[in-house]
C-alpha cells in the first residue's frame, strides 16, 4: 500500500483513550476518549511546491489530530490553506518582542521564509514549515513559553505518522496544552497515559 494511503487508513482508523488526573486534585481521575478528524482534499486549493505539502494537501484539506469531543480540546490543527494568511497574523505579533540584536540568537534563519500550516489550539503555539533552505518542508512547532522552534517531523506526512506513536516526552508536551474543560465543568485535568487501538501504551513524565 503507498504511504499515504497508508497512513490515511493509519489516521482513520486511530482511536484510544487518556487516563486523566485533576489538577491539584489528584485523587480524582477520568478518562477521555480521542480520535482524529479530517476533511478531504480540496481540488481547488492551490499547494506549493515544498516536500509533503503537496501530498498531504492530496490526502487531506485540513486535519485535527487527538481530538475530544466533549471539551473541543486536540493536540494538533492542521489547516487549510485557505486559513494559511488568518494563522499567520495571529503567530507573526509574537515575533515583536525580539530586539534587532536578539534576533540571530532566538530566531531561525527562515522565519521570514515559512509558512504557518497550523496550530495548537488554544496554546499560542504554532506549526511552521520552512520554504527555503536545508529545512524546506520540515514541520516545527513555535513554542511560545520559552521561544523554542521544535523540529516535529522531516516532512508534514512525516509528522502526522510521528505523531499516531507519540513517546513520553510528545505526550507531556501535549498534557502542558490540553485541560479538557468542558461547557459544564470548569475543572482541569492532566493526562497521565495514553492508551490506544495501536497498542500503544504511553505514560507523561511528571
Not at 9 to 37: D, L, M, P, W, Y
Not at 151 to 160: I, K, Q, W
Not at 164 to 179: K, Q
Request: hydrophobic share 35%; aromatic share 12%; charged share 25%.
Amino acid at each position: 500500500m503507498p504511504f499515504l494511503e497508508s497512513l490515511h487508513s493509519a489516521v482513520q482508523s486511530h482511536t484510544g483513550q487518556f487516563s486523566c488526573s485533576e489538577i491539584n486534585r489528584e485523587e480524582n481521575t477520568k478518562v477521555v476518549h480521542f480520535r482524529h478528524v479530517g476533511l478531504p482534499p480540496d481540488a481547488g486549493l492551490v499547494i506549493p511546491k515544498i516536500q509533503g505539502l503537496e501530498e498531504f494537501y492530496g490526502t487531506y484539506s485540513q486535519l485535527t489530530l487527538y481530538f475530544e469531543e466533549e471539551s473541543g480540546d486536540a493536540a494538533y490543527f492542521i489547516a487549510s490553506p485557505s486559513q494559511w494568511e488568518e494563522l499567520n497574523s495571529d503567530f507573526r505579533p509574537w515575533l515583536d518582542v525580539i530586539d534587532e540584536e536578539e534576533v540571530d540568537e532566538f530566531l531561525p534563519n527562515w522565519i521570514n521564509d515559512c509558512i504557518v500550516i497550523g496550530e495548537i489550539p488554544r496554546s499560542g503555539n504554532y506549526l511552521l514549515v520552512p520554504t527555503v533552505g536545508s529545512d524546506a518542508g520540515k514541520v516545527f512547532e513555535f513554542e511560545h513559553d520559552g521561544f523554542e522552534f521544535l523540529e516535529l517531523g522531516l516532512s508534514l506526512p512525516d509528522f502526522v505518522a510521528r505523531t499516531l506513536d507519540l513517546d513520553s516526552g510528545r505526550l507531556t508536551a501535549i498534557a502542558s496544552h490540553i485541560r479538557f474543560i468542558t461547557p459544564t465543568e470548569n475543572r482541569q485535568w492532566w493526562i497521565e497515559e495514553l492508551r490506544d487501538n495501536r497498542g500503544n501504551v504511553i505514560c507523561s513524565e511528571a
